[in-house]
């Protein structure tokens, strides 16, 4: 898909996309769903990420049906001895709007690249799945607490790595909380020029 579009206007579409992107946390969703084309055309502007060697090492399952009942339920298990019975009920219905996506990281065959690369290149595909639902309009937010990393256990191969829970689904901005910082690019950011004596 190629739309024409001045290239002062697409740098700051980007930009207004990736500072306006944010976590927004399940039980914000509201009711409607996230229709198969859509979730299908966000998975597949993740798979434009980056990959070394173009393994492209990430798998997708969406989980549908009672998953988001169950995945309710499993992380108020998971969590019941360490938090209060109002928390423990509201986990269990914390994600039943949420459109879940267990993401999984698929190592090359042949192991040609450092594992921690193929992680990257998730993560990669995640904050690209991130941003396009961002652009549509959809909350979203990448669960990797303990539960969720083994909840996801249960749909990998051999090879395979969970990598946690993608949640998205429909909100209302006028009424959703999402406020997030940034620390100042100097805090982060070094310049180096090397030995100029030497030059
Ligand atoms: C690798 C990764 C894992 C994350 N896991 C969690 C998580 O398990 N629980 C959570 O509340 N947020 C999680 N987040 C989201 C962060 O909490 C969130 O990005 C951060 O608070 C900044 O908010 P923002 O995304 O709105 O800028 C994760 C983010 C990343 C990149």
Redesign the pocket.
């Known amino acids: 898909m190629k739309i024409e579009i001045n290239p002062m206007e697409k740098a700051s579409l980007v930009t207004e996309v990736i500072r306006n992107?944010?976590?927004i946390f399940a039980d914000a969703y509201t009711a409607e769903e996230v229709s198969q084309e859509l979730l299908e055309k966000l998975l597949t502007d993740a798979t434009w990420a980056p990959t070394h060697k173009r393994t492209e090492p990430w798998q997708f399952v969406v989980l549908k049906g009672n998953h988001p009942a169950k995945f309710g339920a499993y992380m108020a298990e998971f969590y019941k001895d360490y938090i209060l019975e109002k928390r423990y009920n509201s986990l269990k219905q914390y994600c039943k709007n949420a459109t879940l996506i267990a993401i999984i990281m698929k190592r090359d065959e042949r192991a040609r690249i450092p594992e921690w690369e193929e992680l990257a290149a998730v993560?990669c595909a995640v904050q690209n799945l991130w941003l396009s639902c961002a652009a549509h309009g959809l909350g979203g937010?990448?669960?990797?607490?303990d539960a969720?990393m083994q909840y996801v256990e249960q749909f990998t191969r051999e090879g395979e790595r969970s990598m946690?829970v993608f949640m998205l689904g429909h909100y209302e901005p006028a009424t959703t909380k999402?406020v997030?910082r940034r620390r100042p690019l100097e805090e982060k950011l070094r310049w180096d020029f090397g030995d100029e004596s030497t030059d």
Request: aromatic residues 16%; charged residues 25%.
């Open positions: 992107r944010r976590t993560s937010y990448w669960e990797t607490c969720a946690g999402a997030s």
